[in-house]
């Protein structure tokens, strides 16, 4: 029997609804372990009065647990529905900069600053938060799977990102990255070892680093 997709819950947004804050906004990103482009973040404010959400967003859950297609499909449902809707991104050179939980927090306040709504709460998955603005916040383990907003603003910040990373496979072909989206993977390896890294690719991550430094890289490394 096929069952129908898990929708993550409004249980959290309806906690601070009833509590008065109109506009609990959900934060995720996507990318922050790719060896090559953007760290995206996505912000999603959904309305407090629609008693249909979960009706309206069903199978909204987190964006790693769906296909493209199904993220692509619900992704118009959610920019329909939300009250406001946002995406926010740092480059891969922030990122070198900054590094990469700096990089993120940067992202998710280049989508705050987009949205339409100024927040009176903020629900992330699982990051730090330092806010300059001093806008309450919770900081979730697993959000996007047990928030909604979370959810949906996983599901923005991976389309957004997946269609950068296709555009940049025009400008770079030799990567792959329609295929991998920038992520380690023995394809992406064998073609730093042939090509050496783009513009696009993260310095300071230790399989970029390390090929640059002439030592052994594993597909496990990641960012240092």
Same mark, same amino acid.
């Given at each position: ?83 406001? &809707?946002?995406? +926010? ?92 989206? +920038? ?12 090509? +050496? ?12 680093? &390390? ?14």
């Amino acid at each position: 029997m096929l069952t129908r997709p898990q929708t993550a819950s409004l249980q959290i947004e309806q906690t601070h609804w009833a509590e008065g804050r109109r506009y609990v906004v959900g934060l995720d990103e996507a990318g922050r372990g790719t060896w090559a482009g953007p760290v995206v973040a996505g912000a999603v404010c959904l309305p407090s009065d629609r008693h249909d959400l979960t009706q309206s967003l069903a199978g909204v859950r987190d964006s790693k647990q769906m296909t493209a297609r199904q993220r692509t499909r619900l992704l118009e449902s959610i920019q329909r529905v939300a009250l406001s &809707h946002a995406t +926010g991104f740092a480059s891969s050179a922030e990122i070198d900069a900054l590094g990469i939980v700096p990089a993120t927090r940067l992202a998710m306040r280049r989508a705050l600053e987009k949205l339409a709504v100024q927040p009176d709460y903020l629900l992330l998955d699982s990051i730090k938060w330092d806010d300059p603005q001093h806008i309450p916040f919770q900081s979730i383990i697993r959000g996007d799977s047990l928030s909604l907003s979370i959810a949906a603003a996983s599901v923005l910040a991976k389309v957004w990102r997946d269609e950068h990373m296709y555009r940049l496979d025009e400008i770079y072909p030799a990567y792959g990255f329609h295929q991998h989206k +920038g992520y380690g993977t023995a394809r992406h390896l064998a073609a730093l070892r042939t090509h +050496g890294p783009c513009p696009e690719h993260r310095m300071s991550f230790a399989p970029i680093r &390390h090929l640059a430094l002439r030592q052994p890289v594993l597909l496990s490394d990641s960012a240092s």
